[in-house]
């Protein structure tokens, strides 16, 4: 059996950062951790930590990221310009998961869903990226180095 730490359990704990989160799993024997964005994006933000620093630290360490937590609001995007922002983000994570060495994206999707799209299910396939699986709940997304892009 394998055990794994949801970093959004301690997001808002005072002095949190994410290599700490590291660290801390690695000590008391995780296998694997669930990046929070909002956690890793104050982090580079703030200069304490490098993109090139954690894949370093992945590389080194038992511990290893299980997924990106997350691309939000994918769907239900009406105009191009929407789209293309959706998948500019996904590209970004994507690049950043390749660095990280994680192969999973949990994406969540818009929170308000208007009347006409509540009649049939949404499905997204990220657009050529990766291969998807879908429930009504959750949507996880993976992807070959192969199909990830440049």
Known sequence: MKIGFNEGCDRYCANHTVLDDLEYCEKYGFDYID???ECLDRDLAAGK???EQLGEWFSTHHLKMLSYNALCGFNM???QAEKNAV???LDEIVRRCGI???SMIV????QFTPPAARSAPTRSRCSGRCSS???PTAFACRWSSAAAPA
Request: with cysteine.
């Open 77 to 79: 995007k009406s105009t």
């Open 87 to 89: 998948l500019a983000e």
């Open 35 to 37: 990046i929070q964005s």
């Open 107 to 110: 994406v969540v999707p818009t």
């Open 49 to 51: 930590c490098t993109l």
């Open 133 to 135: 699986t879908w429930s």
């Open 100 to 102: 990280l060495g994680c």
